[in-house]
């Protein structure tokens, strides 16, 4: 199986990557809002929501690696 369908299936497959998803989505967003009206007090704050994307999206792998290995073994 190509490396690509299996990150995509594995992204898709965990239930806290789609939360992750949807903060950077936002963080993103508000960065480039603020970064375009000369805001850089929302800009900045929007900085505060990309570790918790990142460590959204490291917990959720985290967990979906080690719910594919236990199943792998059953």
Known sequence: MPLRI???RRVLG?????PALFTAGIATA????????GDMVSALGAFLLVPSAILLFAIGLKRETTALSDHRTH
């Open 6 to 8: 299996t990150v995509k």
């Open 30 to 37: 508000a960065i480039v809002i603020g970064l375009l009206t």
């Open 14 to 18: 965990c239930r806290l990557c789609l």
